[in-house]
């Protein structure tokens, strides 16, 4: 093997390992729609009280944050 396929094999092994650590990372964050607490309503009418009251707390937050 020369030394050039030798260092274009080497940069290839360090940027596999660069990219697999990143994916890592990006799969570690959670997200919001999927990794929220389970809603215990004791009804439907709680539940979809509850739901709106967060979709405009999110909302009055984004507000919050464009400012």
Do not use: C, W
Not at 31 to 55: G, H, R, W
């Amino acid at each position: 093997m020369g030394g050039g396929a030798l260092a274009l094999a080497t940069l290839s092994t360090i940027g596999l390992g660069a990219y697999a650590a990143v994916k890592r990372v990006q799969s570690k964050r959670p997200n919001p729609l999927t990794d929220s607490p389970p809603i215990n309503a004791s009804s439907a009418e709680e539940e979809a009280f509850i739901q709106e009251f967060l979709k405009s707390a999110e909302a009055d937050e984004n507000k919050k944050g464009q400012h």
